[in-house]
Protein backbone atom coordinates (compact mmCIF):
# COMPACT_ATOMS: atom_id res chain seq x y z
CA UNK A 1 0.00 0.00 0.00
CA UNK A 2 1.19 3.46 -0.79
CA UNK A 3 1.11 6.84 1.07
CA UNK A 4 -2.07 7.58 -0.81
CA UNK A 5 -3.82 4.38 0.06
CA UNK A 6 -4.18 2.80 -2.86
CA UNK A 7 -3.43 -1.35 -3.25
CA UNK A 8 -1.29 -2.68 -5.40
CA UNK A 9 -3.12 -5.63 -6.62
CA UNK A 10 -0.62 -7.70 -7.83
CA UNK A 11 1.44 -7.53 -4.74
CA UNK A 12 -1.44 -9.19 -3.21
CA UNK A 13 -2.26 -11.82 -5.71
CA UNK A 14 1.63 -12.60 -5.19
CA UNK A 15 1.28 -13.14 -1.82
CA UNK A 16 -2.11 -14.81 -1.96
CA UNK A 17 -2.99 -16.69 -4.79
CA UNK A 18 -6.38 -17.50 -4.12
CA UNK A 19 -7.45 -13.77 -4.75
CA UNK A 20 -9.71 -13.31 -7.16
CA UNK A 21 -10.31 -16.76 -7.53
CA UNK A 22 -14.21 -16.30 -6.30
CA UNK A 23 -17.15 -14.27 -7.00
CA UNK A 24 -16.74 -10.95 -4.57
CA UNK A 25 -20.70 -10.73 -4.39
CA UNK A 26 -20.78 -10.06 -1.18
CA UNK A 27 -24.74 -11.07 -0.74
CA UNK A 28 -24.34 -14.26 -2.63
CA UNK A 29 -21.25 -15.19 0.00
CA UNK A 30 -23.06 -13.83 3.34
CA UNK A 31 -26.26 -15.53 2.45
CA UNK A 32 -24.64 -19.53 1.03
CA UNK A 33 -22.47 -18.68 4.56
CA UNK A 34 -25.84 -18.40 6.53
CA UNK A 35 -27.04 -21.63 4.37
CA UNK A 36 -24.11 -23.76 5.31
CA UNK A 37 -23.73 -22.40 8.94
CA UNK A 38 -27.62 -23.44 9.24
CA UNK A 39 -27.13 -26.75 7.99
CA UNK A 40 -24.14 -27.76 10.15
CA UNK A 41 -26.61 -26.33 13.37
CA UNK A 42 -29.74 -28.81 11.62
CA UNK A 43 -27.35 -31.87 11.67
CA UNK A 44 -25.53 -31.03 15.01
CA UNK A 45 -29.02 -31.88 16.20
CA UNK A 46 -29.80 -34.53 14.65
CA UNK A 47 -26.69 -36.30 15.45
CA UNK A 48 -27.40 -34.85 19.18
CA UNK A 49 -30.89 -36.55 18.99
CA UNK A 50 -29.36 -39.69 17.86
CA UNK A 51 -26.79 -40.25 20.53
CA UNK A 52 -29.29 -39.31 23.19
CA UNK A 53 -31.50 -41.85 21.52
CA UNK A 54 -29.12 -44.57 21.93
CA UNK A 55 -27.71 -43.47 25.24
CA UNK A 56 -31.19 -44.02 26.56
CA UNK A 57 -32.19 -47.61 24.95
Given at each position: MDVEGSIDLEAVRRRFPW????S????DLSSRYREIMAEAHRDRVIVEAIDSAR???
Open positions: VGMAIDEPRSA
